[in-house]
């Protein structure tokens, strides 16, 4: 497939994960990507992974850090100026906090909500100007099967999947008439370093559940299909579709990749 020729894709969270998983993805259909991340070493693995694949020539990295506006001014803008323009935006960049919500400190509740959803609207809103001058233009935001069902011990992590899928309904509605298309997927059951705890999507590393965990309450949160948990291509491959031409009637909704998880 060839359906990226020509699009210029900008994409948080690609140093790792399900946002480096995209960014190969889309590379491998003729994308022109920018790569942002706040891990350099997280960049240069997405880096030597391109160049792996024959598509180094048209990826660039930028150093950014959704939760601080200024980074995300300065970077979006590189991001712009190197394509040329902005047809794809691609918001994966996200950390995980677990723990007992009566022991939560505010400041880890605060940083969850800064980096997941202050860092999504951050990243949209210095993008929006490049998109409406593009070619079709889409954005992909990571909500979390979270946002709508129990996930024990993760209450920031759900009220910031909550707040961007809510958010996404409400661009896509504001947006409409100008043209940009905004979605959201909804992963869940997906290996990555931020769902078994070595570490986070596009952001910095962090703990995983509590050491007294109840377990049982995780019964519902496998996967019907399949051998356990999906690797971070089986998202990437529906965000592709979202951003690309393929999905150009689908605004203003989230779609749930999960294995059947939550029928």
Not at 27 to 36: C, H, K, R
Not at 57 to 84: F, H, I, K, P, Q
Not at 199 to 228: T, V, Y
């Amino acid at each position: 497939m060839n359906r990226y020729g020509g699009r210029r894709v900008l994409i948080t969270g690609a140093g790792s994960g399900i946002g480096q998983a995209t960014a190969l993805r889309v590379l491998s259909e003729g994308a022109t990507v920018v790569a942002a991340d706040v891990s350099e070493p997280g960049l240069r693995d997405t880096t030597d992974k391109a160049a792996a694949a024959g598509a180094a020539d048209r990826l660039t990295t930028v150093v950014m850090n959704v939760a601080d506006e200024a980074s995300v001014r300065t970077g979006v803008a590189a991001a712009v100026e190197t394509l040329g323009g902005l047809d794809v935006l691609v918001n994966a960049a996200g950390i995980l906090r677990s723990s007992h919500t009566h022991e939560t400190p505010l400041a880890d509740f605060d940083l969850v909500l800064r980096v997941n959803l202050v860092g999504t609207f951050l990243t949209i809103r210095e993008s929006i100007p490049a998109l409406l001058a593009g070619d079709g233009p889409a954005v992909v935001n990571f909500s979390s099967t979270s946002a709508t069902f129990a996930h024990p011990y993760m209450a920031a992590y759900a009220a910031s999947k909550g707040g961007i899928q809510s958010m996404t309904h409400a661009l896509a509605s504001e947006y409409s008439k100008q043209g940009i298309r905004f979605t959201a997927v909804q992963p869940g059951s997906i290996s990555s370093g931020m769902t078994d705890g070595s570490g986070a999507s596009g952001q910095s590393s962090g703990p995983g559940l509590p050491e007294d965990a109840d377990m049982s309450l995780f019964m519902k949160l496998a996967p019907a299909i399949g051998r356990g948990f999906a690797g971070p291509g089986s998202v990437a491959s529906v965000v592709a579709m979202l951003g690309s031409d393929d999905g150009r009637f689908i605004t203003g909704t989230e779609i749930r990749v999960d294995g059947g998880t939550h029928f």
